[in-house]
């Protein structure tokens, strides 16, 4: 079945950097657009960044631009986002989720990244 | 890119129908029919509900439908059920390949 599923979450320092990742399974990952998209603590969701299927268009929200790079490896069918810099706002549950013209669809269940001294 | 504005919290009883609201701008809701809906249990994968305005994914329950006015898009969900209870969210396109989510509604099935 369709699944995205994330990993590399975790607890790192301000300044610090992580990468996580989001393995697709069950659809063609190289044909579809992927997005990276994040839940605060207590928060709505917040768009992140977006990917093209071939990895040659990249964009991001303003907050992270300069700080984050998303990726994607077709021939393993996985998607990355590189966190630099990382600050205390950037804690969040980052989900991965597949672009479908204007909307999402699938979803992961995504990874906690804490950022903590 | 300011978030869309929902209600924090709407509630209804069991078989009642509740409408949620989501307020954007000229710039985003206003500017495209591609605004959709999420519904999302806590600790879960959020799931669509509604794309493109007013379309409903397959299997979706048609309970749920999708509409917009101007700058105001509005999730109606009739025949309300317990299982229905969950935080829903919209999101437009906001141009230049860029997405606005809501901030989300509490939807309490009393």
């Known amino acids: 079945q369709v699944q995205l599923v994330e990993s590399g979450g975790g607890v790192v320092q301000p300044g610090r950097s992580l990468r996580l990742s989001c393995a697709a399974s069950?659809?063609?990952?190289?044909?579809?657009?992927m997005h990276w998209v994040r839940q605060a603590p207590g928060k709505g969701l917040e768009w992140v960044a977006v990917i093209w299927y071939d990895g040659s268009n990249k964009y991001y929200v303003d907050s992270v631009k300069g700080r984050f790079t998303i990726s994607r490896d077709n021939s393993k069918n996985t998607l990355y986002l590189q966190m630099n810099s990382l600050r205390a706002e950037d804690t969040a549950v980052y989900y991965c989720a597949g672009r479908q013209s204007g909307h999402f669809d699938p979803w992961g269940q995504g990874t906690l990244v804490t950022v903590s001294p | 890119q300011s978030a869309l504005t929902q209600p924090a919290s709407v509630s209804g009883s069991p078989g009642q129908s509740i409408t949620i609201s989501c307020t954007g701008t000229s710039s985003d809701v206003g500017s495209y029919n591609l605004v959709s809906w999420y519904q999302h249990h806590p600790g879960k994968a959020p799931k669509l509900m509604i794309f493109e305005v007013n379309k409903r994914p397959s299997g979706v329950s048609n309970r749920f439908s999708g509409s917009k006015s101007g700058n105001t898009a509005s999730l109606t969900i009739s025949g309300l059920q317990s299982e229905d209870e969950a935080d829903y969210y919209c999101?437009?396109?906001?141009?230049?390949?860029?997405?606005?989510f809501g901030g989300g509604t509490k939807l309490t099935v009393l």
């Open positions: 069950g659809f063609s990952f190289s044909s579809y657009g």
């Open positions: 999101c437009s396109y906001a141009g230049s390949s860029t997405w606005v």
